[in-house]
């Protein structure tokens, strides 16, 4: 019953407010500013956009003032309770509810021009769309013959041949596919050609008495044909936790190939990142079997994984290894503000959650440091948020105005970021495909030519320079 009573008690409201002397007009302003105040930072300026997404917790008004007001499982400190009163979340409510209503006959699709091309500095690309309906395209890697291989965090892994048909590959491990948990990145072995040896980061579960715990791990198996043979776990970031989201995970070869692994902090911000007994909310390197590498930074530190390479991460899901000098560069998540790209330091502390440009997602502090002597401080760092999914390195000569450039995805505010990096600091950022997409992937094919994998919905573009 109150289900149905509460829409007519908050339409009383609203009218009631009128009454008062509220005019309508004012009390959407005041929800508007609402929204910009607590919500833009991570879910985007923009109410448009932000209401076209998926909602897991429900989008009645019942729905919306309960996540505003207490909060959701998977996201900590989400609560407004102490930041509005009644009137003002179920104000924020009803705009959500309006925005949703005006949103329901015009979605949009896909936002790329009508030409299909876009303007950056000393270039003009233009969209080729590869592929379309897709589940969450995730991570992407190119074979010997250019067939593209994807990941959708559903759990299924494709391959895309010239044709741009779609082939599944069969033999994925179990995975739990819930929140921000699935089938992950995708990386080929240095030596693919002669080995055939592939390898998949995803969310792996086990049942317990507690429930059904999940972590991050690496599957490594040989693609024969389309089918993975041979498939083992190389990799598991303990402990298993009852957290759905924080996962990482990005994989990237270094030049004496061994293997780079991004696994999140889980959300346990206190528990994890700076405790070396654990997993998450490192960066891991191991051998391509899953063996320890003679000259990691903590193999002979007592209390300390040997696997780690440095830690005080929040949530790794860009990699991307420089061309020329061999480093290691990676992007990660922040909470409310403070996304980072850091050149990864061996050995080194990266700060989170001690030192940190952002706040919790109500707005509170946790921290007043943004530096010190013994953390290493990111090249750079995002506020407002931009969600950074996806890293890589523009290589090549085809884009002669991006070449040397890094190039970071935006899951927030759909674009893509040319980051210009003159040594080893970025000097500029370029906003580039605007409104394309909530971006995951970046990558380039055997040819030189870029590629950019989008959600919502789930496309994979490749980038033509004219």
């Not at 910009?36 to 998926?54: I, L, R, W, Y």
């Not at 044909?225 to 924080?246: C, M, N």
């Not at 070396?276 to 051998?287: D, F, T």
Request: hydrophobic fraction near 35%.
């Amino acid at each position: 019953m109150i289900k149905y009573v509460f829409p007519l008690f908050a339409a009383l409201f609203v009218l009631a407010q009128c009454n008062r002397g509220t005019s309508a007009e004012q009390i959407l302003a005041r929800s508007k500013k609402h929204y910009q105040k607590e919500c833009a930072s991570c879910h985007g300026t923009e109410v448009a956009t932000f209401v076209q997404k998926p909602w897991k917790y429900g989008n009645s008004r019942l729905d919306l003032i309960k996540s505003i007001k207490t909060g959701v499982p998977d996201v900590p400190q989400h609560s407004f309770a102490g930041r509005l009163n009644d009137n003002q979340i179920l104000q924020l409510a009803n705009y959500l509810l309006q925005n949703m209503t005006e949103q329901k006959e015009s979605r949009i699709q896909n936002a790329a021009p009508k030409d299909n091309k876009f303007v950056s500095e000393g270039m003009t690309i233009r969209l080729d769309t590869v592929a379309t309906d897709l589940e969450n395209p995730w991570g992407m890697v190119f074979l010997p013959n250019n067939d593209l291989v994807f990941t959708e965090r559903s759990g299924k892994l494709w391959r895309l041949g010239s044709d741009r048909k779609k082939t599944e590959i069969k033999g994925v491990p179990p995975t739990l596919v819930e929140s921000q948990g699935g089938l992950l990145d995708v990386e080929l072995h240095p030596d693919f050609p002669k080995n055939g040896i592939i390898y998949l980061s995803y969310s792996k579960f086990k049942e317990t008495s507690d429930g059904k715990l999940s972590t991050t791990a690496v599957f490594r198996a040989k693609l024969e044909g389309d089918t993975l043979t041979y498939g083992r776990d190389i990799f598991v970031a303990e402990p298993y936790t009852k957290t759905r989201y924080h996962y990482g995970s990005r994989l990237e070869f270094d030049k004496k190939e061994y293997l780079f692994v991004s696994v999140g902090d889980r959300g346990m911000q206190d528990s994890f990142p700076q405790i070396l007994s654990n997993y998450p909310g490192k960066i891991h390197r191991i051998k391509d079997d899953g063996s320890i590498p003679p000259d990691n930074p903590f193999l002979y530190q007592t209390g300390a994984l040997p696997s780690m390479w440095s830690y005080g991460h929040r949530n790794p899901q860009g990699l991307a290894l420089h061309p020329t000098t061999g480093e290691l560069w990676e992007t990660e998540h922040g909470p409310r503000g403070g996304d980072e790209v850091n050149l990864v330091q061996p050995g080194k502390n990266h700060g989170w959650p001690v030192a940190s440009y952002g706040t919790h997602y109500d707005g509170r502090s946790f921290t007043d440091i943004t530096g010190r002597k013994d953390i290493v401080p990111p090249l750079d760092y995002w506020v407002p948020s931009i969600g950074p999914c996806g890293l890589a390195f523009c290589t090549s000569d085809r884009y002669p105005a991006w070449k040397g450039d890094l190039l970071a995805g935006s899951l927030r505010f759909k674009y893509l970021d040319r980051c210009d990096i003159e040594n080893n600091k970025l000097v500029k950022h370029e906003m580039l495909l605007p409104n394309i997409g909530r971006m995951r992937c970046i990558a380039t094919d055997r040819e030189g030519y870029l590629y950019i994998a989008v959600e919502e919905p789930g496309m994979i573009f490749r980038l033509l320079p004219e």
